[in-house]
């Protein structure tokens, strides 16, 4: 929830509010032993489910030193670069709608659904997946299945590359997003912004270059970065990581090696282990502590949308009245998150 202060149609300030829908997800570890919770932190959202599943998995085997499978990792990565691409997908169509460009919208949700096909045929669940646990993946992926994903991804791209053009060039979308809501660098930084919206200004930081998220260490690849700090910016961010993922995701599949998905996790949690993790929005922060029990004394969950809101109020102040929608949909807020 927004409160604007308008002097006739610009905003002079902007006053972000949350906590309307939390539902103490954080606070359940009490009643949830840490294979559960896995699942758990998981329903914070829907569009990001996995990363979060797989943040929480991380955060409770970092604590647990267990070591995870290889094959695992790259299915982990696939899987993670699939909800990238069904998130991103799901954000063109809305900021599409947004401008009233309706058949733009119908298309981008369209390919989208070939993600969620995809993902429904691998893990079960369109939305909530459950297939990450602590200790690996409940179940393997064979890999003639990973070689169609392969193939259906890179059937996809042209008809991607038509309706992302229209995004970059089309003049009515130029004329809603370009110099709207301008983020600079320093501002960026100092904000503490995250994810596309910090790389719409370019800061080159994106999780996946450290060394012990997944196996993108293993893939070579760069952080799509623009320099304008504009709306366009960060559409034209998001639209380079659309294709991005599926060369991360062809690559994997070509490397993924062969051996078993899980190891047997025994024991309890003893100790506490941090994980930072980019999830589409930007990146996110999973905390576990244990006491040896197999109930956590903490789980906490950091997500990108909270990191964004100072950067959202700081472009608001000051912008048009009929920009807000626009400005307020280019940092991709997830509210489900925001509100764990």
């Not at 943040?55 to 267990?66: F, K, L, T, Y």
């Not at 991804?153 to 008809?159: R, S």
Request: include cysteine.
């Amino acid at each position: 929830h927004i409160d604007l202060v308008v002097e006739d149609e610009t905003v002079v300030e902007a006053i972000p509010s949350i906590g309307f829908i939390h539902r103490g997800l954080e606070k359940l570890v009490e009643k949830r032993d840490y294979t559960q919770m896995v699942y758990v932190i998981e329903r914070i959202c829907g569009i990001c489910s996995f990363g979060h599943g797989w943040g929480a998995a991380s955060a409770i085997e970092g604590a647990m030193n267990v070591k995870v499978p290889e094959r695992a990792e790259y299915l982990r990565t696939i899987l993670h670069e699939l909800s990238r691409l069904h998130s991103h997908l799901l954000w063109l169509g809305l900021l599409a709608d947004a401008f009233g460009f309706e058949s733009l919208f119908t298309h981008c949700w369209r390919i989208r659904e070939t993600i969620l096909d995809i993902l429904e045929k691998t893990t079960g669940g369109r939305v909530i997946f459950s297939i990450c646990k602590v200790g690996g993946l409940r179940k393997d992926i064979d890999n003639e299945t990973l070689r169609e994903i392969s193939e259906t991804l890179e059937g996809i791209k042209a008809e991607l590359k038509d309706i992302t053009t229209v995004f970059i060039e089309d003049d009515s979308v130029k004329n809603r997003l370009c110099g709207v809501g301008v983020l600079s660098k320093e501002d960026a930084i100092e904000l503490c912004a995250v994810g596309p919206v910090a790389r719409g200004s370019g800061v080159g930081q994106d999780m996946r270059m450290t060394d012990n998220h997944g196996v993108y260490k293993d893939l070579d690849f760069e952080p799509v970065v623009e320099e304008a700090g504009d709306c366009y910016a960060r559409c034209k961010v998001r639209i380079g990581e659309v294709f991005q993922s599926i060369e991360l995701i062809k690559k994997a599949v070509d490397k993924i090696p062969d051996g078993p998905v899980d190891v047997p996790v025994k024991g309890n949690v003893e100790g506490e282990y941090m994980v930072r993790l980019e999830q589409p929005r930007g990146e996110a922060y999973y905390y576990a502590k244990g006491a040896g029990t197999k109930f956590l004394q903490r789980m906490r969950v950091r997500t990108p949308t909270n990191m964004n809101i100072p950067a959202l109020v700081k472009i608001l102040q000051g912008c048009d009245l009929a920009d807000v929608p626009m400005m307020v949909l280019t940092i991709d807020p997830c509210i489900s998150c925001t509100e764990r």
